[in-house]
């Protein structure tokens, strides 16, 4: 057999080397699902900068020493690579910074 894959991602190694991380960045999408609703970040009014903002934040508290977001319990590492996923999503699908 003849598989053409040959250019395309391997996404299977970002799975397989992130799947940590991955697992924790699902957790604050289950979090916030629950707290609000499944895929409502998408429709949040000037979402590409709400959520580059609350990445930042979620990252200045980690530097300031504070290993996990006292709502939710999860780490503040994991928030922030929600809230640069969701930009690049929204960024990718042409939303534009304000």
């Not at 894959?5 to 992130?18: I, N, Q, T, W």
């Not at 020493?65 to 006292?70: H, R, S, V």
């Amino acid at each position: 057999g003849v598989k053409h894959d040959a250019g395309k991602p391997r996404v299977g190694l970002m799975l397989s080397d992130f799947s940590r991380a991955l697992t924790e960045v699902a957790r604050v999408s289950t979090f916030g699902a629950q707290k609000y609703t499944a895929r409502g970040w998408l429709t949040v009014p000037n979402g590409v900068d709400r959520y580059t903002d609350a990445m930042a934040r979620h990252m200045m508290r980690e530097f300031d020493g504070e290993t996990l977001d006292p709502e939710s319990g999860l780490m503040h590492a994991a928030h922030a690579a929600w809230g640069a996923l969701a930009r690049l999503e929204l960024l990718l699908r042409g939303h534009k910074p304000s």
